[in-house]
């Protein structure tokens, strides 16, 4: 070790090439540091499992036990829902994956690191969302696509193809809601900037507030209630629930509505705050 | 080059920076002393728009630092808090960080070895000592060949071959025409390696100067050894002059030449086995400049405990 292995002398070519910092580069570097953290393909993994372990379990022991089933149950089941009941709970697990993506960086202090080499701050936002929107739509998508067919063969003779009314749309939109749940957590996390902060603020939205507004006046509930985050994203993905729900796109629409003014929050956070 | 004019940093009712102006000009290691909690990380935080000043400003390189297209070759940077995620490895770390203004795998190679990481560098960063986060620190910092670099506190938690490592790397870096501009508490250290100083206190300005030019204003003590130690003592004491001892017979003396102590003692036919001056530390100076500013402080922790 000695310094006259240090770098370049000022007059001469540099030795180290460098671009301008740009999104996209700043994109590539968010995929290294999402790729490079076991924790990252923990939690991930955790959702798919949930999604296809849920979903076919729920799946399997329905057609076992379908016999003993009562009227009521059986008129309202839907083979589709069925194989795809386990993205309730994979939206936790892709919520706290997405909250992670930035509070890991404030806990460890990394995010200094990262503002430092892109202080203008808003390409961060915009390559972290686009990655982790890439990395878990796929995911995602892979997920449910499994569920849903392993979900119907185990459902045997109460399954359904894929030529059933809604039965794309719903495969393809548990993977849209998964990835802007996904997406929630992450402008979550820039704005409150701690891990159990963040997983507070998502759970409350996603699972709080949804009870909330059930103890209220049902006239109350009847009119907001849809509107809520997790009933309005819901209901593209669930082909049959109780109560009064969006129509499907409506729905989804507000939703993405919810997360972009979340991450339009995050922008306004990330601007404005001391890092 | 790095320009601070009238810069202030106020967190609520604190003001961590205040009014500070200095320039920090290249080819030379530039200090930057204070006690702790005088504003010194909140400075560097600044400079690398951490952090927004709440009036005034400071430019690198002639621009804010967000202002530059590829700010990691205007300015590396070690912050005194670590900066690198626990769960990731040190190459990894390096290499997200390069990603960002494409710089090249062997430039990520190339500085791992530099700083003599390359072996654990496939290992989590969360099992690296201090002084191997240090490293890793440094190599970030040096990762874009940046014209500017900015060390907070580069030497805590390093080992003696460490400090003595960061301490020819600094030199080998200001020998390049590069600016070096480094904090630390550590007065000794600042005296081995920066040319110039700047001091300060409470967020302000105390001092700014060459590192020599501080050391020849410090008073110094003319130690002197005499059997006959407390007379000389009274002869000596004077409003201008304190006298300590920490030892039987040496007494430390304050305000008066070597040839004051001598006549002193030969006028009152006192011997003197020993007379010798002993010039002030960096050290002594920075207490010296900067207990106003310390004293103060404590004061107003007692007023708002009242």
Known sequence: ?275 | MIEARSLTKRYGPKTAVDHLDFEVRPGIVTGFLGPNGSGKSTTMRLILGLDRPTSGSVTVNGRAYADHRAPLSEVGALLEARSIHTGRSARNHLLALAATHRISTRRVDEVLDLVGLSEVASKRVGSFSLGMGQRLGIAAALLADPATVILDEPINGLDPEGVRWVRNLLRGLAGEGRTVFLSSHLMAEMALTAQHVIVVGRGRLIADVETSELLEGASSTVMVRSPEASELRDHLASPDVTVTSREAGLLEVRGASPEQVGETARRHGLAVYELRVESASLEDVFMTLTSDSVEYRAASLDGSAA
């Not at chain 1, 499907?248 to 922008?267: E, I, Y």
């Open chain 1, 1 to 275: 070790m000695s310094v006259t292995t240090a770098p370049t002398h000022p007059g001469t070519a540099p030795r180290v090439t460098v671009s301008p910092v740009t999104t996209a580069t700043v994109a590539r570097s968010e995929w290294i540091k999402f790729r490079t953290l076991r924790s990252s393909w923990i939690v991930m993994a955790a959702t798919v499992v949930a999604v296809i372990g849920i979903g076919s379990l729920v799946s399997y022991f329905t057609n076992s036990h379908w016999s003993s089933m009562t009227q009521i149950e059986r008129l309202r089941f839907n083979a589709v829902d069925r194989s795809l009941v386990g993205v309730n709970l994979a939206q936790l697990t892709i919520g706290v994956l997405g909250v992670l993506f930035i509070s890991g960086e404030y806990s460890t202090g990394m995010v200094r690191a990262t503002l430092g080499a892109a202080p203008r701050r808003l390409p961060v936002l915009a390559a972290k969302a686009l990655v982790f929107a890439a990395v878990s739509f796929v995911c995602s998508l892979a997920a449910t696509v499994v569920a849903f067919t392993a979900g119907q063969s185990l459902l045997a003779s109460h399954s359904v193809g894929w030529g059933h009314p809604g039965a794309v749309r719903a495969v393809f939109g548990a993977a849209l809601y998964l990835t802007l749940v996904g997406l929630l957590g992450l402008a979550l996390g820039f704005i409150v900037r701690s891990t159990a902060g963040g997983i507070a603020a998502l759970f409350g939205l996603l699972l709080i507030l949804p009870v909330i507004f059930n103890a209220l006046p049902s006239s109350w509930n009847n009119t907001v209630g849809p509107y809520l985050p997790g009933a309005a994203g819901s209901a593209l993905w669930t082909l049959r629930s109780d109560g009064n729900v969006l129509a499907p796109w409506t729905g989804f629409g507000v939703f993405c509505a919810w997360c972009a003014a979340a991450l339009v929050a995050a922008a306004v956070e990330l601007r404005r705050r001391d890092a």
